[in-house]
T-cell receptor, first 114, second 113 residues
């Protein structure tokens, strides 16, 4: 069982549709990150959320951190083929000398068809 | 600013051999972390180094080890390779402690036959 559960695992949609990816845990995180990974490359950081209830927007992407800092969501508006990739949530647990030790979710593989 | 550089990009080894992977972080970054990525387990934390000291270690056997040099470059070593060690090994550097904001390299893809 993953500490961070992502859903859905796979998502195939048409260009222009909206979608939401969820990242849930029973643990509290001091911060949560979303990364996107394309084939043959390493993950690229999209956003960091730190405060419970925080909402951040990055163009057509909206990220939300749950009030209790246990869950997060990523919403994409009017998806485009360039959004295709593996979306990963990752969190730093509270109470540890966590440094930059992250726990990753299993990922959501998104395909946006033109 | 040059990104994180990992070498080699691809390598094939046989069971029982050992392997050393190298990582050069972004200039000025003192934190270097290593992750293993497999289709079944996803991304799993191996260890983190900061100023030549191991700051955190994941739940991997002692066959997995690492070190960091004074110029922040890092290496990881896997001894007595097993088939299950086949994976993409990702190195990430960070310029700010405790933020979780990592800059990843492209990875070293290890295949163990």
């Amino acid at each position: 069982t993953q500490l961070l559960e992502q859903s859905p695992q796979f998502l195939s949609i048409q260009e222009g549709e909206n979608l939401t990816v969820y990242c849930n845990s029973s643990s509290v995180f001091s911060s949560l990150q979303w990364y996107r990974q394309e084939p043959g490359e390493g993950p690229v950081l999209l956003v960091t959320v730190v405060t419970g209830g925080e909402v951040k927007k990055l163009k057509r992407l909206t990220f939300q951190f749950g009030d209790a800092r246990k869950d997060s969501s990523l919403h994409i508006t009017a998806a485009q083929p360039g959004d295709t990739g593996l979306y990963l949530c990752a969190g730093a647990l509270t109470g540890n000398n966590a440094g930059n030790m992250l726990t990753f979710g299993g990922g959501t593989r998104l395909m946006v068809k033109p | 600013k040059a990104g994180v550089t990992q070498t080699p990009r691809y390598l094939i080894k046989t069971r029982g051999q050992q392997v050393t992977l190298s990582c050069s972080p972004i200039s000025g970054h003192r934190s270097v972390s290593w992750y293993q990525q497999t289709p079944g387990q996803g991304l799993q934390f191996l260890f983190e180094y900061f100023s030549e000291t191991q700051r955190n270690k994941g739940n991997f056997p002692g066959r997995f080890s690492g070190r960091q040099f004074s110029n922040s470059r890092s290496e990881m070593n896997v001894s007595t390779l097993e088939l299950g060690d086949s994976a993409l090994y990702l190195c990430a550097s960070s310029g700010r402690a405790g933020t979780g904001e990592l800059f990843f390299g492209e990875g070293s893809r290890l295949t163990v036959l």
